[in-house]
């Protein structure tokens, strides 16, 4: 029997409890059937199986906000990314717990979404995320988590160096995992460059925060059951 659409569904929120495995085709179902779903919440979901990635990409046309994890630090599987297209998406949190920085490029070229909010979990590298900024010049706010102190030392870089990179970005949130407690984890240099990058965007943006953490970043191990069954 064929379930009847979800009309009014607007917002979903999925989340585990005690790590309990969630079906991939069963999500999916719901999201094509919530076909006005305008937000999507995943909190601490992992795993996700049997996630066929070689299917008809499911278009979402209504979908402004999807979360892979609470409004703080993306802690949920991602890879059901892979599986849709998002046309109207302005809010995105990924946690590359099993996405590939070339499979969040790749979700953003085939959607073309007029992304406004980014928010990214660890394990990037400076290039990528150059190739992720280049393709959402609407983003406005942006946050990175864990990130190293090379990263920052580039995103300034960057951002001080092309204007034309990010022009609509007005809030920055870096949260860095600090090495050395007994002394500055960043050096002198990259903050004469978060200086510098400043000065070049003073007349647009208005929220930086760089958050200095000495615990290390959660241990979480990505789990995905890979294939086409149900």
Known sequence: MTPPPLPLLETLKIRSLNGRTFSGPRIIEILRLAANLVQCIFDDVDPVSYIDHTAEKLVLPRLRRL????????????????????????????????????????????SMPPLQVLILGEGLESFDLYRCLTLVPTITRFEIWWSDSNIFR????????????????RSLTIYMTVHNLQGPDISYSSWETLIRALSARRTRLQVVRVVLDGSPPPQKTPRCIEGTGG
């Open 67 to 110: 979360m892979f994890g609470p409004d703080a630090y993306p802690d949920s599987n991602d890879n059901i990314l892979n599986s849709l297209s998002l046309p109207t998406l302005e809010a995105l949190s990924v946690s590359f717990l099993n996405l590939t920085i070339d499979d969040l490029i790749s979700l953003l070229v085939r």
């Open 154 to 169: 580039d995103l300034f870089a960057t951002l001080a160096d092309s204007p034309s990179l990010s022009p609509n970005l």
